[in-house]
């Protein structure tokens, strides 16, 4: 697995550039009506600022795709736009600990969606990453590329406002939303929070369009996410805590 630095690894799952026809893009929006959305003040200051929408699930119109379409529609209330990922019906990778990241930022393998989810998260402020419940865990492809991109972009990562969401039909959302949760809670990524955690229920796709509290859940995390951005960006500059240097030991040593 020790691939020479600048060189990518291939695997037969098929081309980059056919899984950039699964990336959709959500209406960019500045200005919204005038059904009690934010000022023109706020609305301008978040123009710019766009939101990486990472779905893990395989069912491209099931319960976490309207989830995530709830999320993006409250957003764009506030002028933010949002860039979806489509993960689920896709072959990922997972982690090898080669470590050829370390030098290059980039997964060594190129062949999938890591390196294109790394590319875009750079493009983005925030990070929303939802997943539909597989026996109490996350779904296996969302899990395989958080654990890459984390590996390989934590500096992309850090200070990006990130939340998670999880979907179920009866149980076990909870550890899915605190699994997706670890990665960010170790890269300074300020975690966005809700009225309750942000899950939502359904079984067969677009019931949880019946599950009005979770809906809600989320609506109220994309305010959440709308007034920390806002706040970072606040004089158009993003601000950020200085830290110590990492002082990285193996626990013991
Ligand atoms: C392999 C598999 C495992 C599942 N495990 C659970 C589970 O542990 N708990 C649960 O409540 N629902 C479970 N479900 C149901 C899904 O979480 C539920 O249908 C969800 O709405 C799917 O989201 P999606 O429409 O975005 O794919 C499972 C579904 C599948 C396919």
């Known amino acids: 697995m020790a691939a020479a630095a600048g060189a990518v690894m291939a695997s037969p799952l098929g081309s980059l550039a056919a899984q950039d026809s699964r990336i959709n893009t959500f209406k960019q929006s500045s200005n919204m009506n005038s059904e009690g959305e934010l000022s023109t003040a706020e609305s301008k200051s978040n123009t710019a600022k766009k939101v990486l929408l990472i779905n893990g699930s ?14 993006a529609k409250q957003l764009e209330k506030h ?20 470590n050829f990241c370390n030098a290059t930022g980039h997964c060594v393998f ?34 395989s590329l958080v654990q890459r991109m984390s590996y390989a972009a934590s500096k992309v990562m850090q200070n990006k406002p990130a939340a998670a969401v999880a979907v179920c039909r009866r149980g076990g959302a909870s550890a899915v939303y ?14 966005v929070t809700s009225q309750y955690w942000n899950i939502v229920y359904g079984r067969t ?36 805590p200085q830290r110590e240097p990492w002082q990285a030991t193996s626990f013991i040593k």
């Open 79 to 98: 002028g933010i736009a949002s860039e979806l990922l489509q993960v689920g019906h896709q072959a990922v990778h997972g982690c090898v600990a080669c």
């Open 58 to 71: 395989p069912r491209q119109k099931g319960n976490t795709n309207l989830a995530l379409t709830e999320a």
């Open 205 to 240: 796709e677009g019931e949880a369009a019946l599950d009005a509290e979770g809906l809600q859940t989320i609506r109220t995390m994309a305010d959440n996410m709308a007034f920390l951005l806002q706040r970072i960006h606040a004089d158009g500059t993003p601000h950020y």
């Open 178 to 191: 605190q699994t997706l949760l670890m990665p960010f809670e170790m890269q300074n990524m300020p975690i």
């Open 110 to 143: 190129d062949d999938d969606l890591c390196n294109r989810a790394i590319d875009l998260l750079a493009q983005c402020d925030a990070l929303i990453v939802g997943s539909p419940t597989y026996y109490g865990q996350p779904n296996g492809t969302v899990l």
